[in-house]
C-alpha cells in the first residue's frame, strides 16, 4: 500500500535497482493518504494545489514519478483488500492496482 509507507518516493526510487528493463512492478493502494502514516509533505496527490486551488490527483502523480523511472503502465484495475486491524476489526476497501513495465 503506497499511501501507508512514509516516503513514497524513496521506495519508487529503488525500483531501479531491483526491477530488471522488460520486468514490472505491480502496485496497489487505495490513494487514501493518512499523515499517521505518511508526511504530508510526502504525499503524491491527495490535497489541493496551494497556487490554482485545483485537485492534485494521486493516481496522475503515480504516473509522473513512474515515467520519469522509465515504467509505463501496461494494466490497471479494482483490487478489493481486507485489512485485519485486530480480532474484531476489519476495513474494507477497494485500491488500485497498476502494472508498470520498466522500458
Known amino acids: 500500500?503506497?499511501?501507508?509507507?512514509?516516503?513514497?518516493?524513496?521506495?519508487?526510487?529503488?525500483?531501479?535497482?531491483?526491477i530488471k528493463p522488460g520486468g514490472a512492478a505491480v502496485i496497489v493502494t487505495p490513494f487514501s493518504w493518512l499523515e499517521d502514516f505518511t508526511p504530508k509533505?510526502?504525499?503524491?496527490?491527495?490535497?489541493?494545489?496551494p497556487v490554482s486551488g485545483m485537485a492534485i490527483q494521486s493516481k496522475d502523480q503515480?504516473?509522473?514519478?513512474?515515467?520519469?523511472r522509465g515504467?509505463?503502465?501496461?494494466?490497471?484495475?479494482?483490487?478489493?483488500?481486507l485489512i485485519r486491524e485486530h480480532r474484531r476489526k476489519y476495513q474494507y476497501i477497494v485500491s488500485?492496482?497498476?502494472?508498470?513495465?520498466?522500458k
Open 71 to 81: 515504467f509505463e503502465k501496461v494494466k490497471e484495475e479494482q483490487m478489493p483488500l
Open 62 to 68: 503515480l504516473r509522473i514519478q513512474m515515467e520519469q
Open 41 to 49: 509533505s510526502k504525499w503524491l496527490g491527495g490535497y489541493l494545489d
Open 96 to 102: 488500485e492496482a497498476s502494472v508498470w513495465r520498466r
Open 1 to 18: 500500500l503506497l499511501c501507508r509507507l512514509p516516503d513514497p518516493l524513496a521506495c519508487l526510487d529503488g525500483l531501479e535497482a531491483l
